[in-house]
């Protein structure tokens, strides 16, 4: 799943959910399951998530809604294989990214 967020510094807790087209309720309880997504609050809670926090939520999305691994799974699978996975999760959503870039290029001619 390719998510389209413009570049900025933080992300309100409806446009990550927009961009993952779930529900707020489910940003949230990944927040309280998993311990890298740590979305800055202010004074009245609203939540203000990094780009960091998205791409943590990113791969969470992939380990349990496209491969189907349970709470607990990814939880374990981030703790132990976090950054062999991540960086092989980085490189093909770059190489997804590339190939979407150069079909649309295709298209044009």
Avoid: C
């Avoid at 202010?42 to 990094?50: E, M, S």
């Avoid at 607990?72 to 990214?97: D, Y």
């Amino acid at each position: 799943m390719h998510i389209n967020l413009p570049e900025k510094r933080y992300y309100s807790i409806g446009e990550v959910a927009k961009a993952f087209n779930v529900n707020t309720s489910l940003i949230r309880f990944w927040e309280k399951e998993f311990d890298v997504i740590k979305p800055k609050k202010n004074d009245r809670g609203t939540r203000k998530f990094t780009p960091e926090d998205v791409k943590n939520l990113q791969f969470i999305y992939h380990l349990v809604k496209e491969r189907g691994f349970t709470l607990e799974g990814a939880k374990t699978h981030l703790k132990e294989e976090k950054h062999k996975s991540m960086s092989k999760f980085e490189i093909i959503r770059k190489l997804e990214h590339i190939k979407t870039e150069l079909l649309k290029i295709k298209n044009e001619l």
